[in-house]
């Protein structure tokens, strides 16, 4: 049976669109206007995860998101953000009470594909662009420096010197971001792998927008010319590397 997904939205655009892109991934789309309506639906029909605005007539999203975590059936329902709020109060706010992820609408196709399918627990890699060594975008800031040891329009790879928390929200930046007069950006901690007595960590974005993404993708489009230009024996490119060349 394919995944039904509850899309929570007020704009019929909106809703729409998510509904078009959920179709496009295999799954089912049914649509509610406000959190009332949600709440209906969801005690009458079992869902596989659910998509929610944040700003909707008669019960908004916080709200929603609230009452499906206290409620017997909801406290592992995944719950995507889709919003157009892009404010970390809004995205902090939507985490602490229980979303799995966020996205700034409007949508970028690509990135929804991504979400959704690790919403839905779609253990997927995604393609990395690596600083060569001795790069001066090496080094990545989260409160504390740690190295940088991949960079994607999804996410990013850290080593850190200690275990993080699964879970745990972060603000990322380095001096790529810099470059590009990128914000520090919003990233969920998830992956954690030790590695030579530090721990290889994996971190998504959250809530990052389409100018964000944009810089994103120029960072990783600058990454891929430093590995191309760098020495072969530094650091080799694998036909993947090649083949994913942005």
Known sequence: MSAKILIVDDNPAD??????????????????????????????????AIIVDLQMPFMGGFELIKRIRRSESGPHLPVL????RSDSANISQAIKLGANDYMVKPVDPVLFSEKFK????SDISWQEYRPVKNSEYKIAHCS???????????????????????????????????????PP?????GK?????????????????????????RLMCRELWNEQF??????????????????
């Open 15 to 48: 809703a729409l669109i998510i509904s078009s892109l959920v179709t496009q991934e295999g799954a089912l789309a049914v649509t509610a206007a406000n959190g009332h309506d949600a709440l209906d639906l969801l005690h009458e029909e079992q869902f596989t």
């Open 81 to 84: 953000v889709s919003s157009g």
């Open 118 to 121: 690790r919403l839905l627990g």
């Open 144 to 182: 504390l420096p740690y190295q940088m040891i991949g960079l994607s329009e999804v996410g990013i790879t850290l080593l850190f010197s200690y275990r993080p928390e699964a879970g745990q929200i972060v603000e990322v930046t380095n001096n790529l971001f810099q470059k590009y007069e990128c």
């Open 185 to 189: 950006i919003k990233a969920q901690i």
């Open 192 to 216: 954690v792998t030790p590695k030579e007595g530090h721990f290889l960590v994996k971190l998504t974005f959250i809530g990052t927008t389409l100018p964000i993404q944009k810089k994103l």
């Open 229 to 246: 230009k760098a020495q072969p024996e530094e650091t080799p490119l694998s036909a993947e590397n090649k083949e994913g060349s942005p």
